[in-house]
């Protein structure tokens, strides 16, 4: 399973843009870009995925280097809701269903 | 529409037991996943069923097991139990097998052996 590198902790203010990086420099060219979050005292819950294009939902957008060695999820408008662990998960394209937790990014918001 | 259920939340069990866990996924969803969360390891993978077959297992010994019904829900079974085992369970639940489909997580089945 190729390895994702995030910074253990990020902190921002709330009503603040926030950009959660993820290095993958060992990323495959089928291999997809998944961000989940767990919030505390709860699953995780997905964020966002792409492969080659940057992304956009209605939680976030995602960011991919044009050499897909590098990714950043963007918080457009930090809440104190969304404060949580941030997960970057490479998701091989074998038709399994197979998600490869690292240690994460940990968000704090303040008011 | 429901989310994904697991039963029950909370279990105390004592070392050499078994214990069943329940997941019920979404409705419509097919691909159920099981994930095992602690302290110490995080959230690593067990298992995958689609259609009623394993199709995918992590690097967990054979006293983890599971299965899926018709129906699409799933149950896991941990024989045996060590101290280890002690841990958040959780379900995930997806449409369909395959990178480009969201799982959809519960809220966990706390299990503590002692």
Known sequence: DAKTTQPNSMESNEEEPVHLPCNHSTISG?????WYRQLPSQGPEYVIHGLTSN???????????????????????ATLRDAAVYYCILVANTGFQKLVFG????????P | K??????????????GQQVTLSCSPISGHRSVSWYQQTPGQGLQF???????TQRN????????????????????????????????????????SGVSYEQYFGPGTRLTVT
């Open chain 2, 57 to 96: 297992k992590g690097n967990f010994p054979g006293r983890f097991s599971g299965r899926q019904f018709s129906n699409s829900r799933s149950e896991m079974n941990v024989s045996t139990l060590e101290l280890g085992d002690s841990a958040l369970y959780l379900c995930a639940s997806s449409f369909l």
């Open chain 1, 30 to 34: 089928t291999d997809y870009i998944h």
């Open chain 2, 2 to 15: 429901a989310g994904v259920t697991q039963t029950p939340r909370y279990l105390i069990k004592t070392r």
């Open chain 2, 46 to 52: 067990l298992f995958e069923y689609f259609s009623e």
């Open chain 1, 103 to 110: 240690t994460g990014t940990r968000l704090l918001v303040s």
């Open chain 1, 55 to 77: 992304v956009n939902n209605r939680m976030a957008s995602l960011a991919i280097a044009e050499d897909r060695k590098s990714s950043t999820l963007i918080l457009h408008r």
